[in-house]
């Protein structure tokens, strides 16, 4: 079963503006992890938050994680062009960190106009 | 050093061809992970090598056949592929477990004619 759904599936909006993602999963996580993918490239890791935080900065980057309600959201603030790419959440399952399996949601296509 | 390297960058081959895709890391990661991402969706485990050794092998045809030579490479060989398997294949590394950071490769873009 999917473990993680994101809405909204696809995003535009203007360069400075704020932009929200949310992610949904359905077990108990150890943790939860957000990746950004610019087109056909690797993915790169932007920040990991553990299942006893609820909030998390880096730089432009805001993470909030509510194991109550299984969600989580990423937001981007005073968005650039340069932040147009996928992102993705990715979660693990409580107990199971050392079985390898990190499971990704179906991820949000955000597009930054200049 | 954070860089996870993938060769080829492109690979075009027929079903009845043998090639293989290379990965390497340097950064003393003991799990490291093959994944195959189709267009507009999320990348798809296939295999976890956890300390040189096969751990999660996510039911993928045995057309696919992974190998971890050392702790540093990873290798998917690729034989009778067909149509339906091309797809971007990444390559990613993880300290030693898969719920830390993993890095990844830019991937290998694959075509099967």
């Known amino acids: 079963s999917q473990q993680g759904e994101e809405d909204p599936q696809a995003l535009s909006i203007q360069e400075g503006e704020n932009a929200t993602m949310n992610c949904s999963y359905k077990t108990s996580i150890n943790n939860l992890q957000w990746y950004r993918q610019n087109s056909g490239r690797g993915l790169v890791h932007l920040i990991l938050i553990r299942s006893n935080e609820r909030e998390k900065h880096s730089g432009r980057l805001r993470v909030t994680l509510d194991t109550s309600k299984k969600s989580s959201s990423l937001l981007i603030t005073a968005s650039r062009a340069a932040d147009t790419a996928s992102y993705f959440c990715?979660?693990?399952?409580?107990?199971?960190?050392?079985?390898?399996?990190?499971?990704f949601g179906q991820g949000t296509t955000l597009q930054v106009k200049p | 050093d954070t860089e996870v390297t993938q060769t080829p960058k492109h690979l075009v081959m027929g079903m009845t061809n043998k090639k293989s895709l290379k990965c390497e890391q340097h950064m003393g990661h003991r799990a490291m992970y093959w994944y195959k991402q189709k267009a507009k969706k999320p990348p798809e485990l296939m295999f976890v090598?956890?300390?040189?050794?096969?751990?999660i092998n996510e039911s993928v045809p045995s057309r696919f056949s992974p190998e971890c030579p050392n702790s540093s490479l990873l290798n998917l060989h690729l034989h009778a592929l067909q149509p339906e398997d091309s797809a971007l294949y990444l390559c990613?590394?993880?300290?030693?477990?898969?719920?830390?950071?993993?890095?990844f490769g830019p991937g290998t873009r694959l075509t099967v004619l």
């Open positions: 090598y956890s300390y040189e050794k096969l751990s």
């Open positions: 990613a590394s993880s300290s030693s477990r898969a719920t830390d950071t993993q890095y």
């Open positions: 990715a979660t693990d399952e409580k107990g199971s960190s050392n079985t390898g399996k990190l499971i």
